[in-house]
């Protein structure tokens, strides 16, 4: 037995099907000896599909309802609020055995409602089908705990782990993108275009000729 929740809602069918989808982000970049390297960069987000079922009516077998019967349009209003308020919410799939415990853990997921459909049809009387995408919230950019020295005291020092803070390498070898779309590659920041092209004498950067080396420091 399943139980989808939308925040605290309830939904009153669980959808036949769930697809989670692990985005992937990993670039390739040409080399200058006519192969290829693959940098391998940290999982996109997690995107989960599925299609959900609203009865018309009251007379749905299968339908599972906290509070008593809601038409259609109370769960529209639920993914509209949820669509509009620009912020994330907890998504929860519960997986229950017949004995009431539960399956394997299903701990409430960050997620973001990005696109939804209402589909009617004749054929179905008054029920709607909604086919949703959700994507998994990015996570708060970890934190970089360092200790400083002022007047004799040690203090401690929080912050952001950025994209530029990373390790990047001494050279890479164009792929033939604009020098922004590498930059943006490499360091996360793709107005260093301006720094990269004047340390490697380039006039265009939108004109980077494929399989140049070129120096990032």
Known sequence: MYR?????TLIPVAPK????????RNETLDLASD??????????LTEFNLE?????????????????????????????QLKLSKKPFLFSIV????????????????????????????ENGFDVIVPIKLLK????????????????????EKTKVRQSDKAVPKTIVSSGSP????CKLIFGDGEKFREIAKLNN????????????LRLE
């Open 202 to 213: 380039i006039d265009d950067p939108n004109n980077v000729p494929k399989g140049q080396v």
């Open 52 to 80: 959900v079922l609203l009865p018309g009516t009251s007379d749905f077998r299968q339908a599972v309802y906290e509070g008593g019967f809601k038409d259609p349009s109370y769960f529209l209003g639920i993914f509209e």
């Open 179 to 182: 020098l922004w779309n590498m």
């Open 137 to 156: 919230s990015r996570e708060e950019a970890p934190e970089l705990v360092k200790t400083k020295q002022i007047n004799g005291k040690t203090y401690v």
């Open 4 to 8: 989808f929740y939308f925040d605290k």
């Open 17 to 24: 099907k769930t697809t989670t989808k692990i985005n992937n």
């Open 95 to 122: 997986r229950m055995l017949d004995n009431g415990s539960i399956s394997f853990p299903s701990f409430p997921i960050l997620v973001s409602l990005e696109e939804y459909e209402i589909e009617e049809d004749a």
């Open 35 to 44: 192969g290829e390297i693959n940098i391998l960069k940290a999982p996109g």
